[in-house]
């Protein structure tokens, strides 16, 4: 046995040990974090060599000696078959000259959205409001509940790392990411914030542990026009109301609570002290802000795919988000990135571009050193090289979705749902009830469902918040942005129900949707978060009082949206309904 397989030492001498160990090469496939896609049965996947969009899972730890993957579940992929794989990929490991342990991550899985570059549909995980709702919630317990129940079923799949929470302020309405922030208020943010990555790390960062990865420092929410990062054209991040400290106030809160990991996002700050580069690239942001004012001396991991440009990326090429630096070369950006203070690449897959900065002495050493004990800390303290290593299947189909965390996840579904307006809630069980995006078979336990509106009492409908549909090409199809207003042709259905019964409209926020015409017709407007019919129904039908409020004020007209600051909070004049609104009935 070598030292740093020994548990009874120290970590830190073990990091020593194994470092002295290390080739340039093991020590370079450290410092990248890469997807990994996951079978539906848990085997391996397994493509010839590099190629496609995700490639090989031995390849990568054996050939590039990578042991960091977040894992991507393209379609339903059991929880136990995740625990397969997991225990797979540790084996191939294993087998590695000095089996460094495997560190597995995800995006957020416990919603309704699917988006493969920002979360994952709860699956067999149980289903809880997105982020945003529990910004609804605004009820820092529930939140911490919301993590540790996270926290026990990550670990029974043998997930390591939260890829979240989001600690960005939703100060933008058009932003295609404000449903995984949790809301626009700086200190509430702060407060729920610090409750989940308390529920996820505990009182400090062990074997029980799942790591959180805190993003995107330092704000990623004043995108200018709301436009997103991940493209070109949304590449600058502005700060006209000089709201930049504000953001920060956020993260401060995730250091307080001991935060493992930070991601800074791919924005390049316009019109600051601070080069305008993108912040991944950016010394002043990652060595200058977050690790000398902050002292955060954690792993700090680059946002994916800074460096190399992808010819197919869901049918559609997709450049690095290199924002500032994109004529550099592959190998000048990672040098940029490594001093800027980086110590991981997201997304990325060439560690031998890291060999060869050291090997041509422009990069020495001992900053890979520096990067790696950073990143052995977590791995030892999260247990991976003792007896956290690897989880067991049938255990991983008891644990996660077990009855009580579906019942808290439902539960924390119906606090988050806002009454906006109403003249006809609680509604009266029996009645006659016409449904538009609705189950009728849920809609049945309460009501009797009819198929035409002459027959309602009362019709209830769902819709989701409008968005621009043009942005269908490749990767930009998942991303809702640009407008926040209904058109004609999306409102006309809505109004010919409400013009022949009372109706009841409710509308998945994923942001904040200008609502203005259907405040008009409607007899009940509600706004969710990620709800299942059957949260939003108790709250119609008066079995559960609701007492969610808006987590962002929501716009009275595109024109007040347009003219709104991107980095103050609740911005836009005279809002149809307030931060903080919610009737309680």
């Known amino acids: 046995m070598y030292p740093y397989q020994n548990p009874a030492l120290p970590i830190e001498d073990r990091i020593t040990d194994l470092i002295g160990r290390m080739t340039l090469a093991e020590k370079?496939?450290?410092?990248?974090?890469?997807?990994?896609?996951?079978?539906?049965?848990?085997?391996?996947?397994?493509?010839?060599?590099?190629?496609?969009?995700?490639?090989?899972?031995?390849?990568?730890?054996?050939?590039?000696?990578?042991?960091?993957v977040n894992i991507l579940t393209m379609g339903p992929v059991a929880p136990a078959a995740i625990a397969e794989w997991h225990n797979r990929i540790q084996e191939v490991a294993a087998d590695t000259r000095l089996g460094i342990p495997v560190t597995v991550s995800t995006d957020p899985r416990h919603g309704f959205l699917d988006n493969p570059a920002t979360s994952a549909a709860a699956g067999g995980f149980s289903v809880w409001p997105e982020p945003i709702g529990l910004g609804a919630t605004k009820d820092p317990d529930l939140v911490r509940e919301f993590a540790d129940i996270a926290r026990r079923e990550y670990l029974a799949a043998g997930i390591r790392v939260a890829l979240h929470p989001m600690a960005d302020l939703a100060t933008e309405p058009r932003w295609a990411r404000t449903s995984g922030t949790l809301g626009s208020d700086p200190a509430m943010v702060a407060d729920l914030l610090r409750a989940y990555v308390e529920g996820f790390q505990g009182p400090e960062l062990g074997p029980d542990s799942v790591a959180t990865m805190v993003k995107h420092f330092p704000g990623a929410g004043p995108q200018m026009n709301g436009e997103d990062a991940h493209f070109p054209y949304g590449r600058e991040q502005v700060y006209p109301g000089g709201r930049f400290d504000e953001h920060l106030k956020v993260f401060e809160a995730a250091f307080e609570a001991g935060a493992a990991?930070?991601?800074?996002?791919?924005?390049?700050?316009?019109?600051?002290?601070?080069?305008?580069?993108?912040?991944?690239?950016?010394?002043?942001?990652?060595?200058?802000?977050?690790?000398g004012r902050y002292g955060f001396d954690g792993v700090v991991c680059t946002d994916w795919g800074l460096v190399t440009d992808a010819d197919d990326v869901f049918g559609a090429p997709m450049p690095a988000r290199a924002w500032g630096v994109e004529s550099l070369s592959r190998l000048d950006r990672v040098h940029r990135i490594i001093e800027a203070g980086a110590d991981q690449l997201g997304g990325e897959h060439c560690p031998e571009l890291i060999v060869e900065l050291v090997s041509r002495g422009r990069v020495p050493e001992s900053r890979i050193d520096a990067s790696a004990r950073r990143i052995l800390r977590d791995k030892f303290r999260l247990g991976l090289f003792d007896d956290r290593r690897t989880v067991s299947a049938p255990d991983a189909a008891q644990?996660?979705?077990?009855?009580?965390?579906?019942?808290?996840?439902?539960?924390?579904?119906?606090?988050?749902?806002?009454?906006?307006?109403?003249s006809v809630l609680p509604l009266a069980e029996g009645i006659k009830v016409y449904l538009d995006g609705v189950d009728a078979d849920v809609a049945g336990r309460y009501a009797k469902v009819v198929t035409s509106v002459?027959?309602?009492?009362?019709?209830?409908?769902?819709?989701?918040?409008?968005?621009?549909?043009?942005?269908?090409?490749?990767?930009?199809?998942?991303?809702?942005?640009?407008?926040?207003?209904?058109?004609?042709?999306?409102?006309?259905?809505?109004?010919?129900?409400?013009?022949?019964?009372?109706?009841?409209?409710?509308?998945?926020?994923?942001?904040?949707?200008?609502?203005?015409?259907?405040?008009?017709?409607?007899?009940?407007?509600?706004?969710s978060f990620g709800a299942s019919d059957e949260a939003l129904l108790d709250i119609l039908f008066g079995r559960v009082r609701p007492t969610g409020t808006l987590p962002f004020e929501l716009p009275r007209s595109m024109e007040a949206v347009a003219a709104s600051r991107e980095d103050v909070p609740n911005d836009t004049e005279d809002p149809l309904f307030p931060y903080g609104h919610g009737l309680t009935l």
């Not at 700050?269 to 690790?291: A, D, H, Q, W």
């Open 399 to 422: 644990e996660i979705g077990r009855p009580a965390y579906v019942a808290a996840g439902l539960e924390a579904q119906r606090r988050s749902i806002v009454v906006l307006q109403s």
């Open 28 to 68: 370079a496939g450290l410092m990248f974090h890469t997807m990994a896609a996951v079978n539906a049965d848990g085997t391996l996947f397994e493509p010839d060599g590099a190629g496609g969009m995700f490639p090989s899972t031995r390849w990568l730890v054996e050939d590039k000696l990578i042991n960091h």
């Open 261 to 291: 990991q930070i991601m800074p996002y791919y924005g390049m700050p316009i019109g600051t002290s601070y080069e305008e580069v993108g912040f991944g690239f950016n010394k002043g942001i990652i060595e200058g802000l977050l690790r």
């Open 454 to 527: 002459a027959e309602a009492d009362v019709a209830i409908v769902r819709r989701s918040a409008p968005y621009d549909t043009t942005r269908t090409t490749g990767f930009e199809s998942f991303f809702h942005a640009g407008r926040l207003d209904y058109t004609p042709a999306e409102l006309a259905p809505v109004e010919e129900i409400a013009a022949a019964v009372p109706t009841v409209v409710d509308v998945l926020l994923d942001r904040p949707a200008v609502l203005t015409p259907l405040a008009a017709r409607a007899a009940a407007l509600t706004g």
